[in-house]
T-cell receptor, first 113, second 110 residues
């Protein structure tokens, strides 16, 4: 299966600032997804990252708050903008390819103070 | 994507088989059943998936009922390291988004 390197693994940020999370895949994936996991909760899909076009956001998530880039088939970023303590969560990326299905990054644990 | 329901938690004795049920009564004909697990908030780990036939790999077995409305994940000899949250997901196979439910917390006890 593909391996996804996700950075940073954790960060502590001041409210009002922004953090960009990167996911690098060791092989091409057709689809990439971004999830949020709040403390003690399941994973919630934020958006599907589309190569070369705007991401497709799920209900409750907007581009101004969570801008996403996907310049090629192996890389994507998620920015958490104008952070507040409510944004403290684990953020995960995922990739899908026909050859090996879905794989996940190890997550970014974000704490906003 | 079909909604799935799972029991919130289960206990299993170490060395015994763990049988985790999942209900997916609204699954459509082209949707697969996927199982993932998550240990200590790490990224979800793929376990197994299937369409309508029973499946087995080195980690687990998946039993899908004939009407496809439910399935059971079987860990044949559970160990303490199998303690995790297990998620059952029904989705199309070609890159559809995975929608996670609440999952089942499996506690393997010595």
């Amino acid at each position: 299966s593909a391996v996804i390197s996700q950075k940073p693994s954790r960060d502590i940020c001041q409210r009002g600032t922004s953090l960009t999370i990167q996911c690098q895949v060791d092989s091409q994936v057709t689809m990439m997804f971004w999830y949020r996991q709040q403390p003690g909760q399941s994973l919630t899909l934020i958006a599907t990252a589309n190569q070369g076009s705007e991401a497709t956001y799920e209900s409750g998530f907007v581009i101004d708050k969570f801008p996403i880039s996907r310049p090629n088939l192996t890389f994507s970023t998620l920015t958490v903008s104008n952070m507040s303590p409510e944004d403290s969560s684990i953020y995960l990326c995922s990739g899908w390819a026909r050859n090996y299905g879905y794989t996940f990054g190890s997550g970014t644990r974000l704490t906003v103070v | 994507d079909a909604k799935t329901t799972q029991p919130p938690s289960m206990d299993c004795a170490e060395g015994r088989a763990a049988n985790l049920p999942c209900n997916h009564s609204t699954i459509s004909g082209n949707e697969y059943v996927y199982w993932y697990r998550q240990i200590h908030s790490q990224g979800p780990q793929y376990i197994i998936h299937g369409l309508k036939n029973n499946e087995t790999n080195e980690m687990a077995s998946l039993i899908i009922t004939e009407d496809r409305k439910s399935s059971t994940l079987i860990l044949p000899h559970a160990t303490l390291r199998d303690t995790a949250v297990y998620y059952c997901i029904a989705t199309g196979i070609y890159g559809n988004k995975l929608v996670f439910g609440a999952g089942t917390i499996l506690r393997v006890k010595s």
